[in-house]
Nanobody, 115 residues
Framework: QVQLVESGGGLVQAGGSLRLSCAAS????????MGWYRQAPGKQLEMVAT???????NYADSVKGRFTNSRDNAKNTVYLQMNSLKPEDTSVYYC?????????WGQGTQVTVSS
């Protein structure tokens, strides 16, 4: 049974920081591309950052220079360090594991940035 469990969300003031974690089980973590996506109320799901099995990282333009995506294969965990947070970063953040036809999602964690 595959599980992706996000943690680290919460309420923070603009300019603050949060670190999201996603612990994976039930998959061979090291061979999966791991991603962070977010969805704000009334908006479409958008990619925030992805990191491949070879640690190639891609960021949405809106978070470049502020967010850092990393993975620890020994801990089966992917992280999203979010700095200089803005109110427009307020969303539910979802962890994703993707490889070929396999695509798994976490339950999401709320991030709220107050102005």
């Amino acid at each position: 049974q595959v599980q992706l469990v996000e943690s680290g969300g919460g309420l923070v003031q603009a300019g603050g920081s949060l670190r999201l974690s996603c612990a994976a089980s039930g998959i061979i973590f090291s061979i999966f591309t791991m991603g962070w996506y977010r969805q704000a109320p009334g908006k479409q799901l958008e990619m925030v950052a992805t990191i491949t099995s070879g640690s190639v990282i891609n960021y949405a333009d809106s978070v470049k220079g502020r967010f850092t995506n990393s993975r620890d294969n020994a801990k089966n965990t992917v992280y999203l360090q979010m700095n200089s947070l803005k109110p427009e970063d307020t969303s539910v953040y979802y962890c994703n594991a993707f490889r070929r036809t396999a695509n798994f999602w976490g339950q999401g964690t709320q991030v709220t940035v107050s102005s």
